[in-house]
């Protein structure tokens, strides 16, 4: 059982260390994540400029319906 903890052991201290890429790799990595944050910002905008959409709306709703007879 010991050589098996060893070696369970050695596995993890494999998968903790940085793998080894190319400069092609890093930078396709580097464009994958900048894309990534660009999307979630723009998310971020869409679900702003919907709320604000939905306020306008309700606040033309009310408006119209207390508007006099």
């Known amino acids: 059982m010991p050589a098996a903890v060893a ?3 050695e596995a993890a201290k494999a998968l903790r260390q940085l793998a080894m890429s190319t400069k092609a790799q890093q930078a396709l990595a580097n464009q994958r994540e900048i894309m990534k944050r660009e999307s979630a ?3 971020r905008q ?3 400029e919907k709320a604000d959409a939905r306020f306008e ?3 033309m709703k009310r ?3 207390h508007r006099g007879h």
């Open 63 to 65: 408006k119209r319906k």
């Open 46 to 48: 869409r679900h702003v």
């Open 7 to 9: 070696h369970d052991a």
């Open 41 to 43: 910002q723009a998310r």
């Open 57 to 59: 709306q309700r606040k």
